[in-house]
């Protein structure tokens, strides 16, 4: 009896933040799966069920296919460069050679993880601007004219030239995360392997890695799943163009409802994307648990 | 040791040095620039990209603030300090009912939380739109604030129930004896104690808010709601070739950040990183 009244005055805390959950979270995924099987558009007071036309369509669309293949070049690059080079950067970092400068050069990395990506981004249309570009400007001044280009309207260039910005904004929040993991290893096991004559090279394959193996995996996870959510530098910086060269998945469930109005359609390009950052999500989830590091 | 002095003066390790420089002034030169032309005229902005402003155009700071920028401004203050404010309270109550909940109804009250860790905002941006739009939300700052909660609330949670639960429970036992009740025990004893953990959320929150795109872009359906993220665009668009008055505004809208994170740069990394070192 007693617990039983204790446990209701608990689930009494719990209440705003379940109700607020379940309105805004919820609610709203399990209206995208029903969505995702009818036909409607914003203004429209009737919905028509189509069954799976919607899923039909996302096998057959062109621009899906391309968008995907973007968000994959897109998490490629983020892992190669922030995840890869991060960790190699941090180790670098935290080296004794280094120490004295460390801060500094810590400080300077972390500093676009402050601006927001709006202002990144347009910083970045300033980079690129074929005229006054602070890029062409430089190519030009080191007497490289010939590798100018228009870099944002250029089929072949466009796509990397957003990945980009990118790198440039997050490799500093990567490295930040890979030096605090490395922090955590304790001095000893490097002090032994001195002794036993390790060199820094192996030091960092034989302890390094293996150490900050989960937050290797961290962040894996981080910036794959966030290369396949991507929407705001396409969004402010192409639009998805030139033509749909750089289009992503949710800038095209984006423009498919608000755009095109085919609000049944974008919630079908919804679920693609809740299949696949679920899927990478619940690997980090299971395999490495919420609880394993909390009681430190 | 010896081994390293010798490695610092080596060739690779004066190579390395020369990359850490270069990197930095690619991070660090497009941000002076961006300082350095917001006080130039269009004019100068073009005919010498590199130079430095030969009439310091103090007035661009001054135009860039009244033509928009404040609004933007004021309604990311508010948004910021309401989606603050929602998610210390509900997050630290809901985090202090999980810890209370005895049985199985605990479990899943936790799971519960942390499964919507695993979606991402994108999945929900349009049946949001239509449920705030129907719930005729849309036109007020409640349209970012109640969405921003939500979505911070998994993380925010995990964090504070995990301090909580660390938190030793002789105190607590203590005041039960003295027939304190559950609302006692959290405002007298766990808040107090989880100063640390709640200013990490603080920070969290705080830099989520003020960054926020996605949903301020699409959610808000009015131009005086406008918060600072989408504001820049729009003021981008306005001005056109008034570049020095557009990178003014960018310069101001990055000032709050900077300055949390001048005041408390060890507790702003913290932050930043608790979710990822933790999750």
Redesign the interface.
């Known amino acids: 009896m007693n617990t039983r009244k204790k446990n209701l005055g608990a689930l009494l805390f719990c209440l705003p933040g379940l109700l607020i959950l379940a309105v805004f979270v919820y609610f709203p995924l399990i209206e995208n799966i029903i969505y995702s099987f009818q036909s409607f558009s914003l203004s429209s007071s009737s919905k028509t069920f189509v069954g799976l036309n919607n899923y039909k369509e996302l096998f057959s669309d062109p621009v899906i296919w391309q968008s995907f293949k973007n968000n994959v070049l897109y998490a490629v690059v983020s892992v190669v460069m922030q995840v890869f080079f991060g960790l190699i950067l941090a180790a670098i970092l935290e080296d004794k050679v280094f120490r004295r400068s460390e801060s500094f050069f810590q400080t300077v990395f972390f500093i676009p993880t402050l601006l927001s990506l709006t202002v990144v981004c347009l910083l970045f249309e300033f980079v690129y601007n074929p005229q006054m570009g602070l890029l062409n400007s430089f190519l030009e001044a080191i007497g490289l004219d010939s590798l100018t280009r228009i870099w944002l309207g250029n089929r072949d260039t466009a796509m990397l030239s957003i990945i980009a910005v990118s790198q440039w904004q997050s490799f500093g929040y990567v490295t930040m995360l890979f030096i605090v993991a490395i922090q955590k290893i304790p001095s000893d096991l490097y002090e032994a392997a001195i002794v036993d004559g390790a060199g820094k090279i192996r030091r960092f394959f034989t302890i390094t890695c293996p150490m900050v193996k989960q937050m290797f995996f961290v962040t894996m996870v981080l910036t794959v799943s966030g290369a396949f959510t991507v929407f705001n530098e396409p969004y402010i910086l192409t639009g998805g163009g030139p033509g749909t060269a750089t289009m992503v998945l949710s800038l095209h469930m984006y423009q498919t409802g608000f755009v095109m109005n085919r609000m049944g359609y974008a919630s079908t390009i919804a679920m693609l994307i809740f299949v696949i950052t679920a899927v990478l999500s619940s690997v980090q989830f299971f395999s490495f648990g919420t609880g394993k590091e909390e009681r430190e | 040791m010896k ?2 002095r010798i ?2 003066k080596s060739i690779s ?1 004066k190579l ?2 020369l990359m ?1 420089i270069l ?2 002034v ?6 002076l ?2 300082l350095m ?1 917001s006080f130039k005229d269009y004019m100068s ?2 005919q010498d ?2 130079g430095l402003p030969e009439v310091w155009h103090f007035e661009n700071y001054v135009r860039a603030w009244t033509r928009g920028i404040s609004q933007y401004f004021v309604n990311s203050v508010i948004v910021t300090i309401a989606t603050l404010i929602g998610v210390l ?3 630290s ?2 985090a ?3 810890t ?4 199985r ?2 479990y899943v ?1 936790f799971l ?3 499964v ?13 739109f ?2 705030l739009r129907g719930l005729g939300l849309n036109r007020t700052y409640l349209a970012m604030i ?2 921003y ?3 911070r ?2 993380m925010s ?2 964090l504070i129930r ?1 301090f909580f ?2 938190i030793s429970k002789e105190m607590e036992e203590a005041a039960i004896i003295d027939g304190a ?2 609302w006692q025990i ?1 405002t007298k004893i766990y808040v107090p104690l989880s100063k640390p953990i709640l200013s990490t959320v603080t920070i969290m929150t705080i830099y989520y808010a ?2 926020e ?2 949903f301020a ?2 959610l808000v359906d009015s131009s005086s709601l406008r918060t ?3 504001g ?2 729009v003021f ?1 668009d306005g001005l056109m070739t008034e ?1 020095g008055v ?2 003014a505004g ?1 310069v101001i ?2 000032i709050p ?2 300055i949390v ?1 001048l005041c408390m ?1 060890r507790n702003f ?1 913290r932050g ?2 608790a979710g ?4």
Request: charged fraction near 5%.
């Open positions: 081994k390293d490695f610092s390790g390395i040095f850490l990197l930095s690619i991070i660090i030169y497009p941000l620039w961006i032309s902005i073009y990209v590199w309270f509900i997050a109550m809901l202090f009912g999980i209370q909940l005895k049985g109804i605990g009250a519960l939380v942390m919507c860790l695993l979606l991402s905002p994108q999945v929900c941006v349009l049946p949001l239509i449920l109640l969405p909660i939500a979505f609330l998994p949670v995990m995990s639960v660390s009740s559950l959290f003020w960054n795109f996605l872009t699409i600072i993220p989408v820049l665009m981008r570049w557009v990178m960018m809208s990055c950040l900077i994170y740069s990394i930043l990183t990822a070192v933790k999750g």
